[in-house]
């Protein structure tokens, strides 16, 4: 029995390297822990609650040290910096026919109001509530 724990953990390791988070890891550790187990009775039910209890014993212990490291503000990259962003409308935008365009740092960005009915006329400030597909989703400034 101790080669299939072994397998388990192998397979929680693949999973990990595939995850962002550090949460399977310690289910490839419990399940090391039930190969050791293994060696010891042969009792399917023992080497499981070994399995089990180990694992939620290393995810609530281990669970304060990770929060240390946790950044609470992520920086915010890419699309997601471009929210509550300024820009200009260069292109009257006009959401019933989907045209409109802003300048926003120099790029050209497709752009839609927020409210879906209003025009927003050529030379407007805006500002952006957030971006959807490749489309700002904009609100006039006044």
């Given at each position: ?55 939620t ?5 281990t ?15 890419n699309?997601y910096?471009?929210?509550g ?23 050209l ?19 952006i ?10 609100t006039p400034?006044?």
């Amino acid at each position: 029995m101790w080669y299939i724990w072994l397998i388990l953990s192998g397979i929680a390791l693949i999973i990990e390297i595939f995850t962002t988070g550090f949460l399977v890891f310690w289910f490839s550790i419990g399940a090391l822990i039930s190969m050791i187990t293994s060696f010891f009775t042969d009792n399917i039910y023992i080497q499981s609650t070994i399995f089990l209890v180990t694992s939620t014993l290393l995810i609530f212990a281990t669970k304060p040290f990770v929060k240390k490291f946790d950044i609470p503000n992520p920086l915010k990259t890419n699309v997601y910096s471009m929210t509550g962003k300024v820009g200009i409308v260069t292109q009257e935008i006009n959401s019933l026919e989907a045209t409109g365009q802003i300048k926003v740092n120099g790029e050209l960005w497709s752009a839609i109001s927020n409210d879906n009915s209003s025009i927003i006329p050529k030379n407007t400030k805006v500002e952006i509530v957030k971006i959807k597909g490749v489309k700002a989703i904009v609100t006039p400034i006044k």
